[in-house]
Every structure is written in C-alpha cells, then in structure tokens.
C-alpha cells in the first residue's frame, strides 16, 4: 500500500494497516452457547463473530488478520495448557497487537482474556488490550498487567467497546504510549506517573471549588472509593443462644505468625481454631497489622477481638461463640480486596452455621 | 456488626450497626485502666455490641457503649 504525502502541510500518513489478532469466547465467535463452553482452542482466518464488529470499528487502519478462539469452561479447567495452546494459536497470525473480549460481566471470560492478555504479552512481546465491566472479578487480577477498556456489563454495550478497544488496539499495536487512563480511556492501573501540571495544586484546588460553587461543571483529581450500601437486616429479637463468631480486621494471628499474614496490603485472611482459648494473652498471640501503634494490643490481644468477654457470655450460657477466629489485616487494603475478603470470610461463616458476627477494626 | 474508634469511616463506608470502640488502637480495651477495670469496660462495650444486634436500623448506625 503506497501513499503520497500531500504539499498543502497536511501530512497523508501511508499506513500499513495494523494486524490485529483476536481473542473470543465460543459465543462471541460464533461457536455456540453454554453448550459450546467446552470446545477446545481453535482459530479462523481473518474476522469472526465479534471480531467483524471491531473490523468495521478498525477501518484501514487495522487489519483482523485472525480470530482465535476458545470455549470458557475449557479455559477455566485447563488454564495453564489453554492458554498457551490460545497463545500459539495467536502467534500463527504475527500480529502487532492482540484484542480479547469484549468480556462485559462474564467472569469466566474475562478471567480468560486477562490471561490471554497477560500471556500474549509476556512470552510473545506483543501488546494486548481486553475489554470488561469495571466489576468483573478479573479486573483486580489484571489491572495493573493487562489494558482493561471499562464496558457495560452486558453485552448491549458492545457498540460504544468496540470503538473504544479499535482505538487503543491501533496506538498499542503502532507502539505509541497511551496517554493517562481518564484521557484515554481505559481502567487506571494503579501506576503513578509524575508529571508537571500548568497550574500548582492550591490553584487548581481553588479554581475546581469556584467551578463547583457557581454550579460548573469540574472534574475531580481524585475520585474516591464507591462503596456500596448493603440493607441492614432486621434485628434479632434476642442474642441468648446465639451463636456468634469474631472477626478481627486487626491482625490477631498466633504469636510467630505461622500464615505469615502480611501487615499491609493484605490480599488473604487466615482463620485460627480458639479451642481452649477462653483469653487472648500476650505469650500465644500477637498483632501483625502495621498501620497503628501495636504495643498496647500486644500486652493483650483481646483489645483488638473480645474473646475473653465471649467466653465469659459464653461461661454464664447466654451464647455460643464460634471456635474458629477470622483474622485479616485492612492495612492499605483496597476496597475491592477487602469486599472480597468479606465475601469470603462470609461464606465460611454462613456454612458454619455462625447466626451473628462482631467484627473489631482499628 | 462492627466495633471501630473511627465511627466517621464505617458510616462513610455503610457498616449497619456500629459500635464507638476505645481507641484505634485498642477498640475493645483502655490501657489506662487497671487490669478489671479494662475487662468491665469490655465487658460493657460488647454488651453493647449484642444489643445493636436486637436493634432495627434503617441505614448506618453508630452504638454508644
């Protein structure tokens, strides 16, 4: 493909059209549906199924040189031989670029695509862009490692993520750095870059509240944490017999630390068996949570999660508490993490039979 | 439900029933107190915390032991 450049100062830049490979699911090829979810690695030349969309979206400027598919549940089982088998298939097509999904709110896919993304970067050098619900649960898994195009969650949004990915798909594949995530349009990644701004932050501070006084519209620097609002469920009408279990977000752990619980940013939580334990004491647990002044907590550990007071209710009959003690540290932890450390911790409750719950945080 | 110094967080972050603890660093303890002084005070401060449980609320809640 030839160009000439123009000599009225507008430059007609002669494009070799990017090749893109594609990465989708049995459904978005065209495959099938949930029947389809176990057929193995497989590709098409050129587009297919969703991929012609971002064809249309890519113009000449990109080129869908191949579509590589697989079906979820067959990536979900074998992920590790899945994905490399994808990753071969994908290499076959040279491409400058690799897209996968749109996912939307499909946990299995996009769980597939980051992987893809994630392994298409890592062993073949090429760049990759994936598309999903900022809630997808592969988001917290891939968003530092993958570009994540936030999408609706079904797939009625397809028609605005499929400019959005031919967009970054063509800078990506072309090599040219993608501005910040807000301008260009993808999911911040937790990555800080310093840059000079036109204006010191106490002026822009003043200037973006005069906005917000004289009803303008602004844009915030910073926007905070979304936390969800969860109904509050009717009172109990009495707590004797209750069976109640502790949850210690202040990192009581067994003195030595045997899980090794980290005291920040901490992405799991350890459950400790309190048999016998009517007293947390100094001598047999500890605090690791590194946000606060542990010396008090320390000397006795039942500052942090009552299991003294517990047992004495539990000695005089009026309730059960649950043997097991539920231990995180909330130290720096993102609200996604925690959300689903909460879940988790949950889930272990309610299959125990625990009627009630005292969480102690710091 | 949830025992925390830091009352102004939980309600931003929508914990239901919510408990005014000691301190952040010792919600369920005061080290100024003598050793069963310490215990009434937690002894009082998780009563409170089963009460909350038998309270209705309609939204976040803070607790005063």
């Known amino acids: 493909m030839s160009g000439l450049a123009a000599h009225d100062g507008r430059e007609e830049t002669p494009a070799t059209p990017?090749?893109?490979?594609?990465?989708?699911?049995?459904?978005?090829?065209?495959?099938?549906g949930e029947e389809a979810a176990?057929?193995?690695?497989?590709?098409?030349?050129?587009?297919?199924?969703?991929?012609?969309?971002?064809?249309?979206?890519?113009?000449?400027?990109?080129?869908v040189v191949g579509t590589v598919y697989c079906g979820d549940d067959y990536l979900a089982a074998q992920p590790a031989t899945a994905v490399a088998a994808v990753t071969r298939l994908l290499a076959r097509y040279a491409?400058?670029?690799?897209?996968?999904?749109?996912?939307?709110?499909?946990?299995?896919?996009?769980l597939a695509c980051g992987q893809v993304c994630a392994a298409v970067?890592?062993?073949?050098?090429?760049?990759?862009?994936?598309?999903?619900?900022?809630?997808?649960?592969?988001?917290?898994?891939?968003?530092?490692?993958?570009v994540v195009v936030p999408t609706q969650s079904t797939a009625a949004g397809m028609p605005l993520a499929l400019p959005a990915l031919a967009r970054l798909?063509?800078?990506?594949?072309?090599?040219?750095?993608?501005?910040?995530?807000?301008?260009?349009?993808?999911?911040?990644?937790?990555?800080?870059?310093?840059?000079?701004a036109d204006a010191p932050g106490a002026a822009r501070a003043v200037d973006m509240l005069l906005r917000k006084l004289r009803g303008e519209p602004f844009a915030t620097e910073l926007p905070l944490p979304r936390y969800d609002r969860v109904p509050p469920l009717p009172p109990l009408s009495t707590t004797d017999g209750l069976r109640v279990a502790l949850v210690a977000e202040g990192g009581v752990v067994p003195r030595g630390n045997p899980d090794r619980l980290p005291s920040a940013w901490a992405t799991r939580w350890a459950r400790y068996d309190l048999a016998g334990v009517d007293d947390l004491t100094a001598d047999a647990f500890e605090t690791v949570h590194g946000g606060f002044n542990t010396s008090a907590a320390n000397r006795d550990p039942d500052r942090l999660i009552p299991v003294d007071a517990l047992r004495a209710l539990e000695a005089q009959g009026r309730l059960t508490l649950h043997p097991r003690l539920y231990s995180t540290v909330g130290n720096q932890g993102s609200v996604a993490v925690m959300r689903r450390l909460g879940a988790e911790i949950a889930a272990d409750l309610a299959a125990a039979g625990v009627e009630a719950v005292v969480v102690g945080a710091t | 439900m949830l025992v925390t110094a830091i009352a102004p967080i939980a309600l931003e972050v929508g914990a239901n029933r919510i408990v005014r603890g000691q301190a952040l660093a010792h919600p369920f303890g005061d080290p100024s107190l003598a050793p069963a002084a310490e215990r009434a005070y937690r002894a009082r401060l998780v009563a409170t915390a089963l009460r909350a449980l038998t309270e209705p609320v309609t939204g976040p809640t803070v607790f005063e032991s």
């Open chain 1, 121 to 146: 970067q890592e062993q073949l050098g090429v760049p990759a862009v994936t598309a999903m619900h900022p809630d997808n649960p592969a988001v917290e898994s891939f968003r530092g490692r993958v």
């Open chain 1, 169 to 196: 798909a063509l800078k990506l594949g072309r090599g040219e750095p993608l501005d910040p995530p807000g301008a260009e349009g993808y999911l911040p990644s937790g990555c800080r870059r310093n840059e000079r």
């Open chain 1, 18 to 32: 990017i090749r893109v490979a594609c990465y989708l699911n049995q459904f978005f090829a065209g495959i099938g």
């Open chain 1, 95 to 110: 491409p400058d670029v690799v897209v996968a999904g749109p996912a939307f709110g499909s946990g299995r896919y996009g």
């Open chain 1, 38 to 63: 176990g057929v193995g690695p497989g590709c098409r030349d050129g587009a297919a199924g969703a991929a012609l969309g971002l064809q249309r979206c890519l113009g000449n400027a990109g080129q």
